[in-house]
């Protein structure tokens, strides 16, 4: 299949960028040392690519992830970075037939993780991301209160979520605060496992023993704006449905704030200046002595975040040049 | 069941907001004068309570809409008020069990329309909005193309989308100053359809034959400010996974970016305050004065754009009061 022929809007990862970018990522946290945060593409697919890689184990932010990853075989060490309370959702983590680690920050989620059957545990701790997490000083007394229920207490995690955007100047000092912070709750915790990061701090983050990475995969133009070394790989794939002629005209692309995560502001439009975006359009204007395109001209937009993009939508297709190589289905949503 | 037993992050309509806004704005728009704008709710069961309020003609913006209402069976009168190039997709609406009709605005679109088998147009004119439209001077003439290509030319429409958050000193004027427009470009094109308005401009547009409103079913934060009387009919119901006590501490709901449309800015946390949102997390601290919840707790959030909330979701429970009503499948989601 070509390019041209796909419907639009689609969401399109380019191959060679894709490739580009887990080889850079594992050059600096090969096997499992990494571990894919799944929640920034959902597709047990992609999942399968870094699997393949040598990246076996993967982090997850949502029940849902967990059980589609082990369903699709992938359940060789999940980790549940995230706190729940459901028991129903916790059960069905615990009889998965999968290795499941949940990450608990209180009595009340501990006792849920045991209630429900799970078997290992992190203590997640604060480290200034004003999220989930509990205060370092209690770290050692859940991790105590873990193993009294019965839990196999691994290690700590903590993400310093607030720096992944941080200058480089002051951001190796200031991830060194976080993960101090981690490091002594780990000493009181105890544990093979610190698990941290992310794609914004992966270069600079010495403490974890496996990063939580998963924007690296596909990037976005937000991560872009730190000049790390990967590339752009997703982009949305649109049609021209509409253009108005003139010096100051515009044109109208067939993809807007249904395919496209926008907390993070607008996306880029390539080779044109997006001026806005409603439910199902973006307008874009010519660039400086550039052209608008034609009605039914195709053209690629790339989305500012990645994550609540990808949630959008049903399926990408992976692209090198004109040929569509695969479509991998965005089966991980929703939760 | 109760509002208890729903897992979480879930979204919930308030059973009687919603019927208080399909009667106020049935009231002012009776019958097929409304023409409920599915892309606001992507749901054919709600989209049965509009026809079994007497409101039996749609609008939508996506060919997977006009076919999904067709199969549905309520496809007495659909209007694809979006510009369609795809010749699969619009030969699939022209042979679907349903009238349709589909906004054209360029020789190509008309050229695709007719192609694929289409019966009925509108020529979309462009009335300020910087989207799709025809400038009105071409509206005549395109029309006498579409006639010629054997399209039966049902009249016009014009969405002024920019007005629809204009403060209310200047929205009549500004709003009548658009029409204007259609209208010039109605008398060159004839038919019996005057297609527009939205439900910012409900109570101002007296120039349409028919309203292209959805929004007023649910309504968000930011129609809200309009002061409109609609009531918040949506939220999304969320568990509290964790807790920081203390004078600076903040809690963490289980629902975020990847549950809310973000473009309109943060949602709301009912009775608490959002400090930021985050994939699947919302931080939020105490009013002034307030208490933060407990682990377990629930809270609701209420999104600030209706419509790229919807899309993220599979369903919505219908609520009155602690009792679910009834589950509404999203099946209108994608393209």
């Known amino acids: 299949m070509r390019l041209s022929d796909l419907s639009t809007p689609s969401l399109l990862v380019d191959a060679p960028a894709f490739a580009h970018n887990v080889a850079v990522m594992g050059e600096a946290w090969p096997g ?21 890689a040598g990246h076996p184990a993967f982090c997850a932010a949502t029940p849902r992830e967990v059980l ?23 059960a069905a983590m615990a009889s998965a037939d999968a290795r499941v680690t949940v990450a608990v920050d209180s009595e009340a989620t501990i006792a849920a993780a045991a209630g429900a059957g799970i078997g290992e545990v992190l203590i997640d701790v604060d480290v200034g991301c004003l999220r989930c997490g509990c205060d370092p000083s209690v770290a050692g007394r859940l991790a105590e209160l873990a193993r009294a229920r ?7 995690m903590g993400y310093e979520g607030q720096l992944m955007m941080e200058p480089g100047a002051t951001k190796e000092e200031r991830v060194a ?47 872009g704006r730190l000049g ?16 108005h002629a003139g010096p100051s005209g515009w044109a109208v692309a067939d993809g807007g704030l249904k395919a496209l995560g926008m907390d993070h502001g607008n996306p880029s439009v390539v080779g044109h200046v997006l001026v ?19 009605v039914g001209d195709r053209v690629r937009l790339l989305p500012a975040h990645v994550d609540p993009t990808v949630a959008y939508h049903e399926r990408m297709y992976v692209v090198d040049g004109e040929e569509v190589l695969d479509s991998w289905a965005i089966d991980l949503r929703n939760w």
């Open 32 to 52: 499992t040392t990494l571990r894919p945060h799944v929640k920034a593409f959902k597709s047990t697919s992609l999942a399968r690519e870094l699997a393949a």
């Open 68 to 90: 589609g990853l082990a369903a699709a075989g992938l359940g060789a060490d999940l980790l549940l970075a995230n706190e729940v309370l459901d028991g129903a959702r916790l």
């Open 150 to 156: 019965g839990l196999h207490v691994r290690g700590v």
């Open 177 to 223: 605060g976080a993960m101090h912070r981690l490091l002594g709750a780990h000493a009181e915790v105890g544990g093979d496992v610190v698990s941290g990061g992310g794609t914004g701090t992966y270069a600079v983050n010495r403490w974890v023993t496996e990063l939580q990475a998963g924007s690296f995969t596909l990037m976005d133009t937000d991560y």
């Open 228 to 243: 790390l070394p990967f590339r752009q790989a997703l982009s949305l794939w649109c049609t021209v449905v509409s253009v």
């Open 276 to 294: 806005y975006c409603s439910d199902e359009h973006s307008t874009f204007a010519a660039t400086d002595g550039g052209m608008l395109p034609s």
